[in-house]
């Protein structure tokens, strides 16, 4: 019989050492006996994804460990979770990555995921609100923002008649840019940023009309969520407002990736939990296994996981399985 891939990857596994569990991290504290029996067969290593001293974001990450120069094919994240989510994406449009995240006083950030508890439900209404009620009138252009997973969500502004440049700096300060790559940043004044084009912008026209919309897009929307009835209950109820959009990792065309099939002579289907991961898939050419994200534990979810998997490996070569949990 013909050896199949399986490909897993467990995002976020590593952490810090924890004193309750005696200055281990949770994985060394946990019983493992899955892991620890595939280790005993295997083969342990470690690899800089992109660089020694970058600390990537899960987008760049898994274009590299599936065997694609970033250098070469990153566009920026914004347009890989748009296209993943059915957003319409062409040459020209400024898309990011954005969050749902609190600020107080003097754009002072309370928290980037306004409290991790945001509901799909709340992120819909108060998705509908921003484009219903924010026009952008410094330039004529149109925008789409469509909430994705919990506190994420995508925004793509587009000028008809103009190209809008990706190279623009975030307004979320916990990332960076290293030209291209969007990095974690390891301390960061807790501000929202105000949007510039980059030094070095290719098309800086672009980039001056993408940074100025992005401001425009910024205050506008902070505005008609201070407002949003969503908001109100939610600081009735002692939760934390979602007040803000806070966007990062632009990028103004999608990646043009040689597929995995053709370059592999192989079949790969894919199981993957959030937007970054399946636009990359999509994008790559795997074809996706559909498991609807529930409520479920996340031991009921990934039982669910190894029940498809083990079902589906006999219609693919290899399954890339993304794991955010």
């Known amino acids: 019989m013909a050896k199949k891939i399986l490909y897993v990857v467990l995002d976020g596994l590593g952490d810090r050492p924890i ?30 994804p992109v660089g020694k001293g970058i600390a990537p974001e899960s987008d760049i990450a898994v274009i590299s460990i599936l065997g694609y120069d970033p250098y070469k094919y990153y566009t920026g994240r914004g347009p890989l979770e748009a296209y993943a989510v059915g ?3 062409r040459d020209g449009d400024l898309i990011y990555r954005s969050n749902f995240s609190t600020v107080g006083e ?12 945001l509901t799909t439900e709340e992120a819909t ?21 469509k909430n994705t997973v919990e506190h994420r969500a995508v ?22 840019r290293e030209g291209v790559l969007g990095v974690a940043l390891e301390t960061y004044e807790k501000k929202v940023q105000k949007c510039v084009p980059l030094e070095d912008a290719r098309h800086p026209e672009g980039a001056r009309l993408a940074a100025e919309l992005t401001n ?28 803000v959009i806070l966007n990062r990792d632009a990028g103004d065309r999608l990646p043009k990736f040689p597929s995995m099939n053709e370059r592999h002579g192989m079949n790969f289907g894919c199981i993957v939990e959030m ?21 479920e534990s996340l031991e009921q979810r990934y039982g669910t996981i190894v029940t498809e998997v083990l079902k589906k490996l006999t219609d693919f070569d290899g399954i890339y399985v993304h794991i955010k949990g």
Request: hydrophobic share 35%.
């Open 19 to 48: 004193p309750d569990f005696g200055d281990k991290t949770p994985v060394e504290a946990a019983e493992t006996p899955g892991l620890d029996s595939l280790a005993a067969r295997g083969i342990c290593g470690m690899v800089y």
């Open 87 to 89: 957003v319409d994406v």
């Open 106 to 117: 003097n754009w002072q950030i309370v928290d980037r995921r306004a409290g991790r508890n």
């Open 125 to 145: 209404e108060l998705s509908r609100e921003i484009n219903e009620k924010v026009k952008l009138t410094s330039t004529p252009a149109t925008f789409v923002f």
């Open 155 to 176: 925004l793509v502004i587009r000028c008809e008649g103009k190209q809008l440049s990706g190279q623009v700096s975030n307004t979320d300060p916990a990332y960076g």
């Open 216 to 243: 425009e897009f910024t205050e506008k929307s902070h505005a008609v969520l201070k407002e949003s009835p969503v908001n109100r209950k939610r600081i009735a109820e002692g939760n934390l407002p979602a007040n």
């Open 275 to 295: 937007p970054v991961e399946r636009g990359i898939a999509l994008l790559t050419g795997m074809h996706p296994i559909e498991i609807p994200l529930s409520q």
